[in-house]
């Protein structure tokens, strides 16, 4: 028996919503017997999802589906043949899982059970409204996007801590570190993490949440990039019309954070006002959400962090002192690169080999003089400048000659020869002059070789041409 097109008399042009923006990163089949309803549904889809196929029996959906993963399958029960919760293949291959969306016009409870039981992610009721299927699709991508997040965010849990160490280096000082780290991360103290930008505040906030045994998870807030009137909505939530644009009620990142750690980076950009609100949390341990009377109790791990000196904010009226105080039970410093250079080797060879995983690269082989190159520029940047500069090295190919390590290594030889009164070394060769000038001069101008060239005196040509040879040396001594 022909059945008769059940849906929603709405154009798919016409239709009054259509959620979200194009997300090519999804693909969608859709299965239905019924001309109709395919050409309306990927009408539809099509406005979304740059990858939307159509069947209109199991049969044909499954070999569509041996050559092609699709994130969503869009299904009806009653098909000729097989019904679409017999079509195991689908619902049960979990190398290629799909979330799925049966539709029917002929539902009834044990229908539905049948259904959920075959692994449906949610059920339609044929006619639908386009904005009812655009909801439950919504869900569905919502679920599988997170999905996805949290297994990238694992795995690089896993590449960072896989090594037994909570943070990367065979210096006294790192060794320290992470003794300090793993002997607090147990308990429930406050840390306060100190150290300048690029040390790797975060990595080590990220250590103590995964040595801490907690089960929740680990929230990072940069408050120095909140804006100041948003910033106690975004951590303590808001309530249905709490203030202007506040159309429903939001739980806020304490909320999020419960049972697991609360990272406030740059804890000193923090208004005076909504320090006061803090520390009345970390007291009280609860939250009130904005528009409440309420309070909320909490069971966050707090881990603050900063680049400024905190003593000297709370003696120029900037930082409160009983909350410096509160957070400060235990001082966390990293050290800047420059106080461990002997962790440099190991650094470049870790963040070598993860990158050029990330970028599906050859890492770049690195010769002994490179790495004492290297390790002798102080890194203003510190561990974020060295990995991206390593980034740069792989992208590249090379190790960069217009990059600050020979010109950076050269002006410090000059100002001690300075200092002693002459130009260069009196060690160095000719060559040796004249290569370290002109990547210096090279440096200076940013890896600009047409103006280097003009300072230098020389036509771009012959730059072209000592550079080059200093490559190809240089790839034949590796």
Same mark, same amino acid.
């Given at each position: 028996?022909?059945k008769?097109?059940?849906?929603?008399?709405l154009?798919?042009?016409?239709?009054p919503?259509?959620?979200?923006?194009?997300?090519?990163?999804?693909?969608?089949?859709?299965v239905?017997?019924e001309?109709?309803?395919?050409?309306?549904?990927?009408?539809?889809?099509?406005?979304?999802?740059a990858?939307?196929?159509?069947?209109d029996?199991?049969e044909t959906a499954?070999?569509?589906?041996?050559?092609?993963?699709?994130?969503?399958i869009?299904c009806?029960?009653?098909l000729?043949?097989?019904?679409?919760?017999?079509?195991?293949?689908?619902?049960?291959?979990?190398?290629?899982?799909s979330?799925i969306?049966?539709?029917?016009?002929y539902?009834?409870l044990e229908?539905?059970?049948?259904?959920?039981?075959?692994?449906a992610s949610?059920f339609?009721?044929?006619?639908?409204?386009?904005?009812?299927?655009?909801a439950?699709?919504?869900r569905?991508?919502?679920?599988r996007?997170?999905?996805?997040e949290?297994?990238?965010?694992?795995?690089?849990?896993?590449?960072?801590?896989?090594?037994g160490?909570?943070?990367?280096?065979?210096?006294q000082?790192?060794?320290?570190?992470?003794?300090?780290?793993?002997?607090v991360?147990?308990?429930?103290?406050?840390?306060?993490i100190?150290?300048?930008?690029?040390?790797?505040k975060?990595?080590?906030?990220?250590?103590?949440?995964?040595?801490?045994?907690?089960?929740?998870?680990?929230?990072?807030?940069n408050c120095?990039?909140?804006?100041?009137d948003?910033?106690?909505?975004?951590?303590f939530?808001?309530?249905?019309?709490?203030?202007?644009?506040a159309?429903?009620?939001?739980e806020?990142?304490?909320?999020f954070?419960s049972?697991?750690?609360?990272?406030?980076?740059?804890?000193?950009?923090?208004?005076?006002?909504m320090?006061?609100?803090?520390?009345r949390?970390?007291?009280?341990?609860?939250?009130r959400p904005?528009?409440?009377?309420?309070?909320?109790s909490?069971?966050?791990r707090?881990?603050?962090?900063?680049?400024?000196?905190?003593?000297?904010e709370?003696?120029e009226?900037?930082?409160?002192?009983?909350?410096?105080? !509160?957070?400060?039970?235990?001082?966390l410093? *990293? /050290? &800047?690169?420059?106080d461990?250079p %002997? #962790? =440099?080797?190991?650094?470049?060879?870790?963040?070598? !080999?993860?990158?050029?995983?990330?970028?599906? *690269? /050859? &890492?770049?082989?690195l010769?002994? %003089? #490179? =790495?004492?190159?290297?390790?002798?520029y102080?890194?203003?940047?510190?561990?974020?400048?060295l990995k991206?500069?390593?980034?740069?090295?792989?992208?590249?190919?090379r190790?960069?000659?217009?990059t600050?390590?020979?010109?950076?290594?050269l002006?410090q030889?000059?100002?001690t020869?300075?200092a002693?009164?002459r130009g260069?070394p009196s060690?160095?060769?000719?060559?040796?002059v004249?290569?370290?000038?002109?990547?210096?001069?090279?440096?200076?101008?940013?890896?600009?070789k047409?103006a280097?060239?003009?300072?230098l005196?020389i036509s771009?040509?012959?730059?072209d041409?000592?550079?080059?040879?200093w490559?190809?040396?240089q790839g034949?001594e590796?």
């Open positions: 028996m022909d008769k097109p059940r849906f929603a008399a154009d798919a042009s016409h239709a919503f259509v959620s979200g923006s194009l997300s090519p990163a999804i693909s969608v089949l859709i239905d017997d001309p109709g309803m395919r050409n309306f549904l990927i009408k539809a889809l099509s406005k979304r999802f990858l939307v196929e159509s069947a029996s199991i499954e070999e569509i589906r041996k050559r092609c993963h699709f994130d969503l869009v009806d029960i009653k000729p043949g097989r019904s679409g919760i017999e079509w195991h293949e689908a619902t049960t291959d979990n190398e290629r899982r979330d969306i049966f539709m029917t016009a539902a009834d229908t539905a059970i049948e259904a959920l039981r075959a692994g949610d339609i009721l044929k006619p639908f409204r386009l904005e009812q299927m655009m439950a699709i919504d569905c991508v919502e679920r996007l997170m999905a996805r949290n297994f990238v965010l694992k795995r690089e849990l896993n590449t960072v801590y896989s090594s160490s909570a943070m990367l280096g065979e210096s000082v790192i060794r320290d570190v992470d003794s300090i780290i793993r002997r991360a147990p308990t429930p103290s406050a840390v306060l100190e150290g300048e930008s690029g040390t790797g975060e990595l080590a906030a990220r250590a103590l949440h995964e040595n801490s045994g907690r089960t929740g998870a680990f929230v990072p807030v120095g990039a909140i804006a100041a948003i910033l106690e909505s975004e951590l939530g808001h309530t249905k019309g709490a203030f202007t644009g159309q429903k009620a939001r806020g990142l304490f909320s954070a049972g697991g750690t609360l990272f406030l980076d740059e804890i000193g950009e923090m208004p005076l006002a320090q006061a609100k803090l520390l949390v970390l007291e009280l341990k609860a939250v904005v528009g409440s009377e309420q309070e909320v909490i069971d966050v707090i881990v603050a962090a900063t680049n400024r000196n905190l003593q000297e709370v003696k009226g900037r930082f409160r002192e009983d909350l410096y105080y !509160r957070l400060n039970v235990l001082t410093t *990293l /050290p &800047p690169l420059r461990r %002997e #962790d =440099i080797p190991t650094l470049v060879h870790s963040f070598s !080999r993860r990158l050029s995983k990330e970028l599906g *690269l /050859p &890492p770049v082989p010769t002994h %003089e #490179d =790495i004492t190159a290297i390790s002798g102080s890194w203003p940047g510190n561990i974020r400048e991206n500069f390593v980034e740069r090295c792989i992208l590249l190919g190790l960069p000659i217009e600050f390590v020979s010109g950076d290594t002006s030889n000059r100002e020869a300075q002693e009164g260069y060690s160095w060769a000719m060559d040796e004249e290569k370290h000038h002109i990547l210096q001069v090279l440096s200076e101008f940013q890896g600009n047409s280097a060239a003009r300072q005196g771009r040509k012959t730059l041409r000592k550079l080059q040879a490559d190809e040396a034949s590796s």
